[in-house]
């Protein structure tokens, strides 16, 4: 019985580091659309309040999806749940780069923010690589 638990986590964890490195995209994508509005070569309905409420949608729904993996294995107060917990406030932090009432993009601050938000991805990456093995 013990080997089909393992079997299952195992396939589990699989399915939550695809859904990490999918909604990764989603959130590299959401900074490529902050620099298409910066140039103004979005849609004419898209701007960075639209796209503040579209992100943070997305970061709560996968949110869920990652406590409810963390509640399921009992892993609350690991590693795991600490670079999740790093990286979940570094996106939301990201959203400091963009005046939602001025539609303006500070380059620089989103520069900083991807970068912040790439180490912890990476930092997310080496703790459940090792919780697998």
Do not use: P
């Not at 959401?30 to 140039?39: A, G, P």
């Not at 979005?42 to 960075?48: D, G, I, K, S």
């Not at 999740?84 to 939301?92: D, H, K, P």
């Amino acid at each position: 019985m013990g080997k089909v638990m393992a079997k299952n986590q195992l396939l589990e964890t699989n399915v939550f580091v695809e859904r990490f490195l999918t909604y990764r995209e989603v959130f590299v994508e959401y900074f490529k659309t902050m620099s298409l509005i910066e140039r103004g070569e979005a849609l004419t309905h898209e701007n960075y309040s639209r796209l503040t409420h579209n992100y943070v949608i997305n970061v709560k729904r996968f949110s869920l999806l990652c406590n409810s993996y963390i509640t399921k294995y009992k892993l609350e107060d690991s590693t795991i749940d600490k670079t999740l917990n790093s990286y979940f406030i570094e996106l939301i932090n990201g959203l400091e780069c963009m005046d939602e009432k001025q539609n303006i993009l500070n380059r620089e601050l989103s520069n900083k923010a991807q970068q912040k938000i790439k180490k912890c991805e990476l930092s997310f990456m080496e703790t459940i690589g090792k919780y697998i093995k």
